[in-house]
């Protein structure tokens, strides 16, 4: 099994990212921070520079070098990492979706919204984790990701403690 963590949106708040890196530094193979995040993201790599982590700018990002969005594979699966503001996320996903199925991606990860949102449509993953920091709507919260030694995926909300 792989494991994916899913964060975004933490605006500044460093505890709750650093909390969710330390108590999953052993179970994860991968951490992703969607965007509007960079000052915390530069502090938690100052302080595990090995951290497998990529890390995307986010509409409130300024001057990063952090790229708007990803495409990667983790346990065979293609995955696209968007923040969400440059496909119009708070208006719908479709044009997310539409993009990750014309790449032949098999999950989309978004964030902007603050609103977690956990689904398959049409075989294909979606998942905004929410905010740890600053949610909307809902419990502080973050996405975890296992892709399964059969090809399977299992995606959910996880709340902070």
Sequence with gaps: MKRLIVVSDTHGSFSPF??????????????????DGRREVEDVLALHPELPLVALRGNCDFCCGFSEQETFFLGGKKILAVHGHTFGVKGGTGRLEDAARRAGCDVVLYGHTHVADCRTEEGLTILNPGSPSCPRGGPRSFGIVDILEDG??????????
Excluded: S
Aim: hydrophobic share 45%; aromatic share 8%.
């Design 18 to 35: 650093y909390q969710i890196i330390t108590d999953h530094l052993q179970d994860c193979d991968l951490f992703v921070h969607l965007g």
């Design 152 to 161: 399977g995926i299992v995606v959910h909300i996880a709340r902070m403690r």
